[in-house]
């Protein structure tokens, strides 16, 4: 089973080089984000609207969504490979394709570029707000183009690195748990009054479950720059002096090691529904960002998520080979023994 799910994990990543998420196909993310807005509208009709019932709703937010959003999965998976292994691989590699987002990253940034590449200011704005929660109405077209490059930066690790991580450590399960937890998040995670103490726990259990993949997909960026002709020794040292400039713990960490890796700045204050939010920059104003940039964002992410992969069928190839060990050592032991009680018995 460990075998199978392990390709199951390899499939999956080809899957979505291949298709991406094809336009009107049903996507498990999708199924996460309604059944997260449906639990939350219900959450609030039946709690007080206090601080204290709003934090309530949040906790028993996190777990039902935890439980539907992983719960499913794991239903599914431990039936097929029961009854069908080969079913159960094709059903967990059909999952891992739904998890993974770095086609679909690639395709909504890169028609950005186009739109830029066109001049089409207000085309490239409309495009990169489909990719961006800030407004974008009243970007320019580096402003448009930065936007664009943070998108990828930011979800090198979220949609890519962090998926492949949770499914090398649980499979196409553990995945689904870290992408209900992070779709929750993008959802109820805001700092504003709505969402303020309800979307509490949910925050913080996206910070703690993106903790070491962000950490991750910065070392694998930096260590994988230079492959794909960006500037490996300035993504370093911007990363160790500016992977803190973010009110997250984590989303700066990848957005400051593709500022270094392409020598321009990146974040500062941005407009949120009409408001000024003041930001602190990351990385050096070294030149003017321009639309290149934007492909040149998408070849660091795909170096990171190849590196990750390969990094988590090492991984499970170990422990595949240790289990198989293990399983010789103990078969050789009790014949061994069994010989000597045979011996004995004589």
């Known amino acids: 089973m460990l075998t199978l799910s392990t390709l199951a994990l390899l499939f999956g990543f080809l899957l979505d080089l291949l298709l991406g998420d094809p336009r009107g196909f049903p996507h498990i993310v999708v199924g996460m984000g309604k059944t997260i ?10 709690l007080p609207k206090t601080p204290g019932g709003e934090r309530a709703g949040g906790v028993l937010l996190v777990v039902l969504t935890i439980l539907i959003g992983a719960g499913l999965p794991l239903l599914v998976l431990v039936i ?3 009854f069908a292994p080969l079913l159960g691989m094709v059903v967990e590699s059909f999952l891992c394709w739904q998890l993974f987002a770095a086609k679909d990253l690639e395709k909504e940034s890169m028609a950005v570029y186009g739109k830029l590449k066109e001049h089409d200011l207000p085309g490239a704005q409309l495009a990169v707000s489909m990719i961006v929660g800030r407004d974008t109405k009243g970007l320019d077209e580096a402003g448009v183009a930065k936007a664009a490059v943070e998108t990828v930066a930011e979800n090198t690790s979220d949609g ?5 991580f949770y499914c090398m450590l649980g499979g196409a399960v553990f995945g689904c748990l870290y992408k209900a ?16 103490d309800f979307g509490r726990a949910a925050a913080k259990l996206d910070d703690c479950m993106s903790y070491l993949p962000a950490r991750l997909a910065a070392q694998l ?7 794909v002709g960006l500037d490996g020794r300035n993504a370093r040292r911007i990363y160790r002096r500016d992977r803190r400039n973010h009110a997250s713990p ?3 960490h990848t957005e400051a090691v593709c500022a270094g890796a392409l020598n321009v700045r990146l974040a500062g204050d941005a407009y949120y529904f009409g408001k000024l939010h003041e930001k602190p920059f990351i990385g050096d104003d070294m030149r003017p960002i321009e639309p290149e940039d934007i492909p040149r964002a998408n070849r660091l992410m795909y170096a990171a998520a190849l590196s990750m992969l390969i990094l988590a069928l090492m991984v499970r190839v170990i422990l595949i080979g240790g289990l198989y060990l293990c399983d010789t050592t103990s078969t050789a032991v009790t014949f061994s023994l069994t010989g000597m009680s045979s011996l ?3």
């Open 160 to 164: 890519v690195v962090a998926p492949i």
């Open 181 to 196: 937890v992070n779709t929750m998040d993008s959802m109820v995670g805001y700092r504003n009054e709505r969402y303020l």
């Open 250 to 252: 984590n989303s700066a």
């Open 37 to 46: 807005a449906a639990l939350e509208k219900v959450l609030r009709a039946l």
């Open 344 to 346: 004995i018995f004589l």
């Open 80 to 82: 097929t490979y029961h």
């Open 221 to 227: 960026m930096i260590l994988t720059s230079g492959l």
